[in-house]
């Protein structure tokens, strides 16, 4: 069977052979005709007004799904220019939908230093909370924090994102930190590069003017109270949470050059932590500030550490009675040591989250006080993820 089959193919395939050549041609010959009588047709046609009409409705549906908006649409420098909503629609300018653009530090400073000269606002501004992340790549705790802002309402918060440069972040497109990275600069740590990133964060969560309050965070943060008890806190603040103190040993004034006089003397010199948490107009003078900022630059070098020592230092000069004087991010340096504490899986009980939740300390809030001293926690190695998540529900209530 299959050797007949086989031969029956052979000859099929002689006699096509054959006839290739004839055949081809008086194909080709074919085909321009009916190519050229098509033309004659559609020309014929496309003259009356019903098939056109037709046609124009047929294309009009097709085209619709990618020209969804009006015509005339024009590309310039990373806006997109149309003749019913241009780059000068309030929407844009009020909070702008991406966190990308093309801006060198210098420009992104300047326009996130601007703050209106009107107090009242032209729109009903809802106070929104931005939560930067300063990370060296991954975000291992993400899925805890996933469930921090899940279900909540997307307009009372943004994330912003300061990962290295060409590092790609690792979220799926459903998660609100899909797309939230901020262009950013390498960091190198102890050094100005690391309150650059800082203050990069901070201008481009400016750009936004719902954003309200500013809060630092790194990888290794966790939220301890739930997104209505963080949110709750922070807006109704009326101060910025900057941990400030003066340390007379080596480690703070010892670090103090006295070039960065007469402008900060050595009595005005202050040290704290790094995790800030800050109201706009605080957040808009860090980045409007270059005289304070340039000294820093010059003067703080290892082992003088700019992210210890300059918010703390300008704030205590200028803002004082603006600052709560401490941090809302628990950390634990009572072993001592250059580092806190790194919280792995093992101690991550629930004692132990309830006692940062609560430890029946009291700290001042507004003109009263307060059991809740702190929102946030570090240093939480990756492995305390699973123990984290079993608590969230039952403990954080989130
Ligand atoms: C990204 O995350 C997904 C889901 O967690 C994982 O399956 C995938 O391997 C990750 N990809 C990379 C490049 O890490
Ligand atoms: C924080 O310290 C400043 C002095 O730098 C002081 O003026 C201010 O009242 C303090 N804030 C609180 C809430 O005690
Ligand atoms: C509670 O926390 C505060 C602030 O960190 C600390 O000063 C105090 O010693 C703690 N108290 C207890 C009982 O752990
Ligand atoms: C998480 O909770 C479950 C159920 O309560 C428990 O069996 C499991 O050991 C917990 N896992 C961790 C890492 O704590």
């Given at each position: 069977m299959a050797r007949n089959a086989r031969g029956d193919?052979?000859?099929?395939?002689?006699?096509?052979?054959?006839?290739?050549?004839?055949?081809?041609r008086l194909f080709q010959v074919l085909s321009y005709l009916v190519v050229f009588m098509a033309g004659i047709l559609l020309g014929l046609l496309s003259s009356s007004g019903s098939f056109n009409q037709h046609f124009m409705s047929r294309a009009e549906l097709f085209l619709?799904?990618?020209h969804a908006g009006p015509r005339g649409v024009a590309p310039v420098g990373g806006c997109t220019i149309v003749e019913a909503e241009d780059c000068m629609s309030m929407g844009?300018?009020?909070?702008?939908?991406?966190?990308?653009h093309t801006m060198s530090d210098e420009e992104l400073l300047w326009r996130g230093s601007m703050v209106p000269r009107k107090k009242e606002y032209p729109y009903k501004r809802v106070p929104k909370v931005a939560f930067l992340f300063l990370t060296r790549g991954p975000l291992p705790l993400l899925p805890l924090w996933e469930r921090f802002f899940h279900g909540q309402r997307k307009d009372l918060y943004n994330i912003?994102?300061?990962?290295?440069?060409?590092?790609?972040?690792?979220?799926?497109?459903?998660?609100?930190f899909f797309g939230r990275e901020i262009p950013s600069q390498d960091v190198e740590w102890g050094t100005v590069r690391l309150t650059d990133a800082e203050r990069r964060l901070l201008s481009n969560a400016l750009l936004d003017h719902s954003n309200e309050r500013f809060v630092l965070l790194s990888e290794s943060c966790i939220p301890v109270y739930?997104?209505?008890?963080?949110?709750?806190?922070?807006?109704?603040?009326?101060?910025?949470?900057?941990n400030i103190y003066d340390d007379p040993s080596g480690d703070g004034r010892g670090r103090y050059s006295p070039h960065m006089q007469p402008r900060i003397t050595l009595e005005q010199w202050r040290k704290g932590s790094q995790w800030f948490e800050m109201d706009r107009d605080l957040a808009a003078r860090i980045v409007g500030d270059t005289e304070y900022y340039d000294l820093f630059r010059k003067y703080c070098k290892p082992a003088c550490y700019p992210d210890e020592h300059y918010i703390p230092t300008y704030l205590h000069i200028f803002h004082g009675p603006k600052s709560a004087n401490r941090s809302l991010t628990y950390v634990d340096w009572s072993h001592g040591g250059p580092h806190p504490a790194r919280f792995e899986a093992e101690m991550v009980t629930e004692k132990f989250?309830?006692?940062?939740?609560?430890n029946g300390t009291l700290c001042s809030y507004n003109s009263?006080?307060?059991?809740?001293?702190?929102?946030?926690?570090r240093k939480f190695a990756p492995n305390a993820l699973e123990p984290l998540l079993n608590l969230s529900f039952t403990l954080m209530e989130f």
């Open positions: 193919l052979m000859i099929d395939i002689e006699r096509q052979q054959q006839h290739t050549g004839i055949v081809h619709s799904a990618d844009r300018f009020l909070s702008p939908k991406k966190v990308t912003y994102i300061h990962a290295p440069p060409r590092y790609q972040l690792n979220v799926s497109r459903d998660s609100m739930n997104f209505p008890t963080v949110y709750e806190y922070l807006t109704s603040s009326d101060h910025s949470f900057v989250v309830r006692s940062i939740r609560d009263g006080v307060t059991s809740l001293c702190y929102l946030f926690a």
